[in-house]
C-alpha cells in the first residue's frame, strides 16, 4: 500500500470509518518524498530508537522503521487503532502505544523502549500542540535530535537570532537545550486535507550541557517570559511586572550591573544576558 497515495488513504479511512478531526488538527501526508527527507535528514540508522508522535496512518512511522533499531510510535486518536495495525503489519521494530503524549512521563518512556540504543525524537506535529510537544520532549533531556515538522512560521521563530521580530520566549526555550537548523519547506499540497499555512521541518540537536552556565533554571526562564511578556516595553518594565517586591530602581541597578542600557529590550538580549540578568536578580531576591 502506498502510504502517501490519495486515493489509497482515502480507501483506507473510508473502510476503517475514519474520519479526520479538526479538534486534533490531522494532516496526513500524501507526497511520499516528504517522510523519506525527514526520516534521511533526521540521521536515523539501526543504532537509533525513534520515538514518534502521531504516525497518523503511518508514512513517517513506514520511513522511520526501515532505518532505526526500534520505533515507538504514541497515537492519542484510538480511532487509527486499526488503520495502523493494517498499514503498519510488516514491521517487527514498531510498537504502537495509545495515549496523550503530554501526559507521559517521556523520559522514562524513551528508557523503557530504547535499551542499547541511541535515543531520537521524530514528530508530523499538529500546529496546535506544537509548543507543549516540544517543551516535553526537549525537557526530557534524553534525546539526541528532536526533528520535527511544524507550521514554518514557528519554524523560524525557534530558529530566530536575537533583536528580530520572530525572536522570543519559546526561541530562547529551544535553544537553551538544542542548536535548531531548518531544513526543508513542506508546502500545503502534500497534505490531506490541505491546511492554509505552509509546514517546515527543523532539527534541533540537543546539547550536552546549556549554552552558559544557570545557577537557577526556574528563574532563568520566569526572566526570560517576563522579558518577552509585553514586547512593546523595555527590559525594566517587564521585569519590573515580574518581580514587583524589587522596584524600579533596583531593576534598573541589576541591568546597570549586567551592562545594559535602561532602555534595553527583552528580544536585544542573547541566552548569556539573560542568564547574567537571572544571576544578579536572584542575588537580589
Partial sequence: MDLCNVQEIRALLTRHGFHFSKARGQNFLVRGWVPARIAEAAGIDETCGV??????????TDQLCRRAGRVLAVEVDTRLRPVLEETMAGHGNLTVEFGDILK?????LARRAFPGLRPMACANL???ITTPVLTALLEARCFEAVTVMVQKEVAQRICAASGGGSYGAFTVFCQYYAQPALLFDVPPDCFLPRPQVTSAVLCLRTRAAPPCAVADEALFFRVVRASFAQRRKTLANGLSAAFPALGKAKIGEILAACGLPPAVRGETLDIPAFAAVARELGDAL
Fill in 51 to 60: 520515538l514518534e508522535v502521531g504516525p497518523g496512518v503511518g508514512p513517517l
Fill in 104 to 108: 507521559m512521563d517521556v523520559a522514562a
Fill in 126 to 128: 499538529p500546529y496546535y
